[in-house]
């Protein structure tokens, strides 16, 4: 059976890695809208460090349930792994973005 306790521990460490991954992408993006471009990679580095982070738990996890064969599969495991898929999602939107906004700049000769 699952130990549910360390399950949920795990679950937690994800979610906050996951939030704060998205927080790190997000001041990312509200620096290149404010033209601060040297603030810009080291959030996006920090974002990815986080990211890394919650990726780590998440695999910890997965390599418990084939070597058990025990599902691990919680309410707030399911919302852990939808905080990564989110995290990810908004790196990949505010690169994107990120890219237009150099564009831009470039083209105004900034």
Not at 66 to 73: F, R, Y
């Amino acid at each position: 059976m699952a130990d549910v306790t360390k399950l949920s521990e795990c679950a937690m460490q994800i979610v906050t890695y996951a939030g704060c991954a998205k927080s790190s992408y997000m001041q990312a993006l509200q620096e290149a809208k404010k033209g601060n471009w040297d603030q810009v990679e080291p959030r996006i580095k920090e974002g990815e460090q986080f990211y890394r982070q919650a990726h780590e738990q998440h695999g910890e996890i997965l390599l418990k349930e084939v070597n058990t064969l025990e599902p691990q599969i919680t309410l707030l495991m399911s919302h852990a792994e939808d905080q990564i898929m989110s995290a990810e999602l908004v790196r990949v939107l505010v690169e994107e973005l990120i890219e237009i906004y150099t564009n831009q700049k470039n083209q105004k000769g900034e």
